[in-house]
Protein backbone atom coordinates (compact mmCIF):
# COMPACT_ATOMS: atom_id res chain seq x y z
CA UNK A 1 0.00 0.00 0.00
CA UNK A 2 1.19 3.49 -0.98
CA UNK A 3 2.26 5.68 2.03
CA UNK A 4 -0.29 9.00 1.94
CA UNK A 5 0.56 11.03 4.64
CA UNK A 6 4.01 12.19 4.64
CA UNK A 7 3.08 14.47 7.92
CA UNK A 8 2.35 11.10 9.78
CA UNK A 9 5.53 10.09 8.79
CA UNK A 10 7.32 12.93 10.19
CA UNK A 11 4.89 12.95 13.00
CA UNK A 12 6.72 9.56 14.25
CA UNK A 13 10.12 10.54 13.16
CA UNK A 14 9.88 13.97 15.63
CA UNK A 15 8.54 11.28 18.30
CA UNK A 16 11.85 9.63 17.95
CA UNK A 17 14.05 12.34 17.85
CA UNK A 18 11.96 14.19 20.84
CA UNK A 19 12.21 10.51 22.78
CA UNK A 20 16.39 10.63 22.35
CA UNK A 21 15.99 14.29 23.21
CA UNK A 22 14.16 13.05 26.22
CA UNK A 23 11.64 16.52 25.93
CA UNK A 24 8.96 15.31 27.69
CA UNK A 25 6.21 17.87 26.14
CA UNK A 26 7.39 17.12 22.57
CA UNK A 27 6.73 13.63 23.17
CA UNK A 28 3.62 13.88 24.97
CA UNK A 29 2.06 16.13 22.43
CA UNK A 30 3.52 13.91 19.45
CA UNK A 31 2.23 11.04 21.04
CA UNK A 32 -1.50 12.47 21.31
CA UNK A 33 -1.39 13.71 18.46
CA UNK A 34 -0.60 10.01 16.70
CA UNK A 35 -3.52 8.42 18.74
CA UNK A 36 -5.92 10.63 17.45
CA UNK A 37 -4.75 10.05 14.06
CA UNK A 38 -5.00 6.37 14.47
CA UNK A 39 -8.45 6.83 15.94
CA UNK A 40 -9.80 8.75 12.89
CA UNK A 41 -8.12 6.33 10.63
CA UNK A 42 -9.78 3.31 12.31
CA UNK A 43 -13.33 5.30 12.49
CA UNK A 44 -16.03 4.52 10.11
CA UNK A 45 -17.04 1.30 8.31
CA UNK A 46 -13.60 0.36 7.42
CA UNK A 47 -9.75 1.42 8.42
CA UNK A 48 -7.44 3.79 5.95
CA UNK A 49 -5.35 5.98 5.79
CA UNK A 50 -5.21 9.68 6.11
CA UNK A 51 -3.97 12.04 3.56
CA UNK A 52 -2.33 14.60 4.52
CA UNK A 53 -5.07 17.38 4.31
CA UNK A 54 -7.04 15.00 6.81
CA UNK A 55 -3.93 14.53 8.85
CA UNK A 56 -4.20 18.83 9.37
CA UNK A 57 -8.01 18.62 10.24
CA UNK A 58 -7.36 16.18 12.74
CA UNK A 59 -4.06 18.46 14.51
CA UNK A 60 -6.36 21.76 14.15
CA UNK A 61 -8.93 20.11 15.98
CA UNK A 62 -6.61 19.07 18.45
CA UNK A 63 -4.96 22.40 18.61
CA UNK A 64 -8.33 24.02 18.95
CA UNK A 65 -9.04 21.54 21.94
CA UNK A 66 -5.52 23.02 23.82
CA UNK A 67 -6.32 26.42 23.40
CA UNK A 68 -10.33 26.19 24.98
CA UNK A 69 -8.94 23.59 27.75
CA UNK A 70 -6.17 26.61 28.11
CA UNK A 71 -8.74 29.62 28.50
CA UNK A 72 -10.81 27.01 30.91
CA UNK A 73 -7.73 26.77 33.08
CA UNK A 74 -7.01 30.54 33.23
CA UNK A 75 -10.40 31.00 33.79
CA UNK A 76 -10.10 28.85 37.03
CA UNK A 77 -6.74 30.04 38.01
CA UNK A 78 -4.79 27.43 37.09
CA UNK A 79 -2.18 28.94 35.29
CA UNK A 80 0.37 26.24 35.45
CA UNK A 81 -2.24 23.65 33.67
CA UNK A 82 -3.45 26.15 31.49
CA UNK A 83 0.83 27.04 30.22
CA UNK A 84 1.19 23.19 29.48
CA UNK A 85 -1.87 22.72 27.15
CA UNK A 86 -0.63 26.33 25.26
CA UNK A 87 3.14 24.83 25.20
CA UNK A 88 1.31 21.48 23.60
CA UNK A 89 -1.30 23.89 20.94
CA UNK A 90 2.52 25.23 20.44
CA UNK A 91 4.28 21.86 19.73
CA UNK A 92 0.98 21.43 17.21
CA UNK A 93 0.85 23.92 15.48
CA UNK A 94 4.78 23.75 14.40
CA UNK A 95 3.08 20.71 11.76
CA UNK A 96 0.05 23.14 10.71
CA UNK A 97 0.13 25.29 7.82
CA UNK A 98 0.95 29.31 8.77
CA UNK A 99 -2.58 30.65 9.70
CA UNK A 100 -4.00 33.67 7.49
CA UNK A 101 -3.58 37.31 8.41
CA UNK A 102 -6.51 38.77 8.85
CA UNK A 103 -5.57 41.34 5.76
CA UNK A 104 -5.46 37.87 3.83
CA UNK A 105 -8.95 36.41 5.28
CA UNK A 106 -10.59 39.90 4.35
CA UNK A 107 -9.10 39.48 0.75
CA UNK A 108 -10.20 35.75 0.64
CA UNK A 109 -13.79 36.88 1.97
CA UNK A 110 -14.10 39.56 -0.12
CA UNK A 111 -13.34 37.27 -3.21
CA UNK A 112 -16.13 34.67 -1.74
CA UNK A 113 -18.55 37.33 -1.79
CA UNK A 114 -17.96 38.37 -5.07
CA UNK A 115 -17.63 34.85 -6.58
CA UNK A 116 -20.82 34.05 -5.25
CA UNK A 117 -22.70 36.75 -5.66
CA UNK A 118 -23.88 37.36 -2.13
CA UNK A 119 -25.48 40.07 -1.17
CA UNK A 120 -27.19 40.25 2.80
CA UNK A 121 -26.30 38.13 6.01
CA UNK A 122 -28.87 35.29 5.52
CA UNK A 123 -26.19 34.73 1.92
CA UNK A 124 -23.57 33.09 4.22
CA UNK A 125 -23.71 29.76 3.57
CA UNK A 126 -23.26 30.58 -0.13
CA UNK A 127 -20.41 32.78 0.81
CA UNK A 128 -18.51 29.98 3.37
CA UNK A 129 -19.43 27.17 0.49
CA UNK A 130 -17.20 29.29 -2.03
CA UNK A 131 -14.42 29.82 0.70
CA UNK A 132 -14.38 27.06 3.38
CA UNK A 133 -11.70 25.27 0.48
CA UNK A 134 -9.68 28.07 0.14
CA UNK A 135 -8.77 28.82 3.84
CA UNK A 136 -8.81 24.91 4.74
CA UNK A 137 -6.55 24.44 7.74
CA UNK A 138 -4.83 28.11 7.64
CA UNK A 139 -7.95 29.87 9.48
CA UNK A 140 -10.17 28.80 12.35
CA UNK A 141 -13.97 27.82 11.20
CA UNK A 142 -15.19 30.84 13.76
CA UNK A 143 -13.03 33.41 12.52
CA UNK A 144 -13.86 32.95 9.25
CA UNK A 145 -17.51 32.90 9.86
CA UNK A 146 -17.08 36.09 11.60
CA UNK A 147 -15.31 37.64 8.94
CA UNK A 148 -18.19 36.82 6.45
CA UNK A 149 -20.90 37.73 8.80
CA UNK A 150 -19.38 40.89 9.75
CA UNK A 151 -18.45 41.62 5.86
CA UNK A 152 -22.11 40.66 4.77
CA UNK A 153 -23.79 42.86 7.95
CA UNK A 154 -21.53 46.24 6.96
Known amino acids: MERMSALKDKLKDDLAASM ?3 DEVRVRTIRMA ?3 INVEEVSGKQARELSDDEVIKVLTREAKKRREAADAFAGAGRAE ?3 GELDE ?3 LEEYLPAQLSDEELSRLV ?3 IA ?3 AAGPKAMGQVMKVLTPKVA ?3 EGGRVAQAVRARLTA
Open 115 to 117: ESG
Open 137 to 139: GRA
Open 89 to 91: QAV
Open 34 to 36: LAA
Open 110 to 112: DEA
Open 81 to 83: KAQ
Open 20 to 22: KAR
